[in-house]
């Protein structure tokens, strides 16, 4: 998890800095999206899939085809056209099954049959018309949604150091921020 962790900092900045530093017009025979999705879809769906697995967060029946639910989706999710909106909205729930893996395991410590529910529920959500913010590129709330973003990013870390001893604060603390993010989506999404 904290290498997951690491690779979540590093997506929040490496498309800035490849602006910054105009990539583009020194490598212009490569593709950096192309290769920022390959690492992205192995940070954000492969691996969070294969922990997911071996955490055996639901019933053993169900456990394997979850997964492949978490990666077909990904993969369908990573192929649709309009996935990011021209306002740097993300159109249905992002493949972000790393955080999902987190809360399963670290804040909610819910039943299987939850844990099986909620990953249910995020599967569906991803064809959902949602408005899910780019942190790093959101325009409506932006200060405060960098806030919510640099505190999770400060919780996520402390959270997995002090497992499996997360103090209640630390989790109500990761469910706020959470909630920040449902109410932002559900304002975004029906605001016009």
């Not at 639901?58 to 056209?81: C, D, E, Q, R």
Request: charged residues 10%.
């Amino acid at each position: 998890m904290a290498w997951l962790l690491l690779a979540l900092f590093i997506d929040g900045i490496d498309g800035t800095l490849a602006r910054k530093f105009k990539v583009k017009k020194v490598l212009p025979n490569i593709n950096g999206k192309m290769i920022d999705n390959v690492i992205d879809f192995t940070t954000y769906a492969v691996i969070p899939a294969y922990f997911f697995y071996m955490a055996e967060l639901v019933n053993p029946f169900w456990n394997l085809p979850l997964t492949f639910l978490i990666l077909l989706v990904s993969a369908i999710y990573y192929g649709k056209a309009g996935m990011v909106s021209d306002d740097y909205y993300f159109i249905g729930f992002p493949v972000m099954w790393n955080v999902v893996v987190f809360y399963l395991i670290f804040i909610f410590n819910a039943a299987l049959w939850i844990n099986a529910a909620l990953v249910f529920i995020c599967a569906i959500l991803h064809f959902v018309p949602i408005k899910f913010a780019y942190p790093s590129r959101t325009t409506h709330l932006k200060n405060l949604t960098i806030i919510f973003t640099v505190l999770i990013l400060l919780i996520m870390p402390l959270a997995v150091w002090l497992y499996p001893l997360v103090p209640v604060w630390l989790r109500w603390a990761a469910i706020g921020n959470l909630a920040y993010f449902a109410i932002l989506a559900a304002f975004d999404t029906f605001r016009r």
